[in-house]
């Protein structure tokens, strides 16, 4: 059996295909590269490293609990 703790299985149990689960992906990339290159002159990057583990960690919580909540009501 998979592994389906990885974000396109997660996205993809929240309803999403495939192309737009890629779709999800690329835009949270490209908001990280930018939210990173706003960010890095003033926090350091500790700082940097800090906050997109914890943006992560809270798009990932997130997901899953919305992931488990459309899972009970169907």
């Given at each position: ?28 990339a490209l ?16 700082g940097v ?24 009501s169907s």
């Open positions: 059996d998979a592994d389906k703790s990885h974000i396109h299985h997660k996205l993809m149990g929240a309803g999403l295909t495939q192309h737009q689960t890629l779709l999800v992906i690329i835009a949270l908001g990280f590269v930018i939210l990173n290159t706003l960010i890095s002159e003033s926090m350091g990057i500790t490293v800090a906050l997109d583990a914890a943006l992560f960690i809270l798009f990932h919580w997130l997901l899953a609990g919305y992931v488990r909540k459309s899972k009970k």
